[in-house]
């Protein structure tokens, strides 16, 4: 929607560059931010608010399940993970 937004949080600084740099020509570009970060600490950090319809987990996949921990706090109700 329009009012929609898109964080994507990425850990590796050149795959954050890129994908800044490719969002840049989207149309939507004000609506998304890209995040260069550790991703657990920072959804521990944010936890305090449901923010997020929807949460797509591509990352460590040993740590799976402390990311989907740490997401669920962030998720509005009736969101997906």
Known sequence: PNDGRITSLEF??????QARQ??????????IEIVHTDALPWLQQHAS???YD???????KRNY?????ACV??????GWV
């Open 12 to 17: 590796d600084a050149d795959h954050a560059q």
């Open 22 to 31: 490719h969002v840049q020509h989207s149309p939507h570009a004000a609506q």
């Open 73 to 78: 706090p962030l998720l509005k109700p009736r």
């Open 65 to 69: 399940f402390h990311y989907l921990n």
């Open 49 to 51: 608010q449901p923010t």
């Open 54 to 60: 929807l949460v797509f987990i591509d990352a460590d």
